[in-house]
């Protein structure tokens, strides 16, 4: 990687590392950082390519109370950059580059959940110097405290990128062609699964026994190749519409009939 | 009434920008106190200015506060509503105005987590990474685009119905709204996730079940396909009409092609709900990213997937 390179990559892992935490803009996500990092590399598709793949792994992962989910943004930086290095290296097939990439990915994602954790109790003592700003009304103050705890959280991936940026391109394809076809295929055959994981979080969160027909519905329905991700949402959108409607209009009834002629949900559900 | 002190379109959306790094400086002891402080500066600047309301102001706004990020900005709206009507003379103490924000953060944070994590980013995230692992651009810059165009939107519009309504908002809370948006997210959430587990998880069972060798007309008879482009139109012609299997003369059934007669996808929706058995039973899920890449290998190692 060549110097002007090398800042980009830094100034991406920068951004990414500050979505983070901030969760906005969405730098941090997979499918916008790998491409912003082969963009800058000069590796644009494959790094589209890489951030699609590593994007519908991570569809699921988020921080929500004591749950902890890996840490998308060192997971999609690093991994795009080792991916680069492999495609500078020489003679590598692309989509072993990606394969490999992904799954040395997941380690690095908990390495940044440790430097986010970090992150936050250092977050301490400086949200403390902005009380003591407060006492003499410093709003300069405060401003530029906010603004280093951002620039922390944004130094968390930006360094472990520049580190990885000085390996050796060639050191990174040596291994990844000394690698048995076994362990690469499997590599493969396990990121086809790891998927499963992100989505087994979102059901947790919002599985009842009101949600899992529909999950099933969409199961189903996704079988049917005709059926595009827009068709889909469209298809779902209008079944929580029906449902809810119907459920209003069956709360209506039981208050009027008074409970009189039996189950007024179910003759819904029937007519329905 | 004397010189009323408004906050202006301009003042509102100063405070609205900078409510996006509302997480920047999250900590473990107050959380989301610093953003929030920092976002309310603008206002702040504006409705006080004697250094000791400055002072008392900054202070009360450094207490504890964590919601959703994006859900916050109806919370930053009342909140902008109540300190205005502090400014102008009206009795509102600060307990008052800790009170709304402590009230709100939680009921709203219950509704952003699904709606945005779980529905929105899913499904937009989704569609960008099916587009992008052809290697088209399309996918990310979709993705990008639609997701921070219906992120400002949110804030701007929330924020400000929250400063327009005002108190009022907290009626309107415990109305149910909130409780259909949750449903609504929910339902259209699960079902987007059972779609996506069809189609993205992928588990193919290689292992071999059956090998037939078909009858004649049942494939492609390479040998007897008239010469040049004619061969190959009769070919495509053929391949029209018997399918896949025609290709070859025997016909191999893959223990995946009999899962998937039962019905496609199977082994991944079951994959799908033992991690769900396992993840509430409190295993880690890098625990179960790392064992499924173990599995991976080992499967390939013994011929299985």
């Known amino acids: 990687m060549n110097g002007l390179s090398i800042i980009l990559v830094i100034v991406v892992a920068f951004l990414a590392g500050m979505e983070g935490i901030l969760d906005e803009w969405e730098f941090h996500q997979p499918v916008v950082a790998c491409t912003l990092i082969g963009l800058v590399t000069g590796h644009l598709t494959e790094g589209v390519m890489l951030g699609g793949s590593l994007q519908m792994m991570a569809l699921g992962w988020a921080n929500i109370g004591a749950a902890v989910a890996p840490d998308a943004a060192l997971a999609s930086v690093a991994s795009a950059i080792i991916m680069v290095l492999a495609l500078n290296g020489g003679n590598v097939n692309t989509k072993d580059a990606i394969n490999t990439s992904i799954a040395v990915a997941v380690p690095l994602s908990v390495a940044g959940l440790f430097l986010t954790m970090l992150c936050r109790t250092i977050a301490i003592p400086m949200v403390h110097a902005m009380d003591k700003c407060a006492e003499d009304a410093n709003f300069r103050g405060i401003e530029i405290w906010q603004i280093l705890a951002i620039c922390l959280q944004g130094i968390r991936i930006a360094i472990p990128a520049a580190a990885l940026c000085f390996i050796p391109a060639k050191a990174v394809t040596n291994a990844l062609n000394s690698m048995p076809a076994w362990l690469t295929g499997g590599m493969a055959v396990g990121g086809g699964m790891v998927a499963a994981v992100g989505y087994a979080m979102v059901v947790n969160m919002m599985a009842t026994a009101e949600t899992w027909p529909f999950f099933i519905l969409g199961f189903v329905l996704a079988a049917i190749s005709e059926l595009t991700l827009i068709a889909l949402g469209l298809i779902g959108l209008s079944l929580a519409l029906i449902y809810l409607g119907l459920k209003e209009e069956a709360k209506k009834g039981g208050g009027n009939g008074g409970g009189g002629s039996g189950d007024p949900l179910g003759d819904i559900i029937n007519d329905y | ?305």
């Open chain 2, 1 to 305: 009434m004397a010189d009323q002190i408004k906050l202006s379109k301009a003042d509102r959306r100063a405070v609205c920008w900078r409510h996006q790094f509302l997480q920047g400086s999250w900590n473990y002891e107050r959380m989301q106190n610093g953003g929030w402080c920092y976002a309310m500066i603008p206002a702040i600047k504006k409705l006080y200015s004697k250094k000791e309301d400055q002072v008392a102001a900054l202070k009360r706004h450094l207490e504890f506060y964590n919601t959703h990020p994006y859900v916050s900005a109806p919370v930053i709206g009342v909140t902008l509503a109540l300190e205005e009507e502090r400014a102008n003379g009206a009795p509102i103490d600060d307990q008052a105005i800790q009170g709304v924000k402590v009230g709100m953060m939680g009921p709203l944070a219950g509704v952003g987590d699904p709606v945005f994590w779980f529905t929105v980013r899913p499904i937009l995230g989704a569609l960008g990474a099916s587009i992008a692992m052809s290697g088209s651009i399309a996918g990310p810059l979709l993705f990008f685009i639609a997701w921070n165009v219906i992120r400002y939107a949110f804030l701007w519009y929330t924020q400000e119905f929250g400063y327009r309504v005002g108190t009022e908002i907290t009626k309107d809370l415990s109305g149910g709204l909130l409780g259909k948006i949750t449903a609504g997210a929910s339902i259209l959430g699960m079902f987007i996730i059972g779609a996506l587990v069809e189609r993205w998880v992928s588990i193919t069972f290689t292992p071999t079940v059956s090998k037939i060798t078909q009858q004649d007309g049942a494939y492609i008879d390479w040998s007897k396909l008239p010469k040049g482009t004619a061969g190959i139109k009769s070919a495509l012609e053929q391949y029209d009409s018997l399918g896949a299997t025609g290709l070859n003369k025997v016909k191999v059934t893959t223990l995946q092609d009999n899962l998937n007669q039962l019905i496609p996808g199977l082994a991944a929706v079951l994959l799908t709900l033992l991690i769900c058995k396992l993840l509430k039973k409190g295993i880690s899920p890098i625990v179960i990213i790392i064992a499924l890449f173990v599995v991976g290998v080992i499967g390939r190692l013994c011929n299985f997937m």
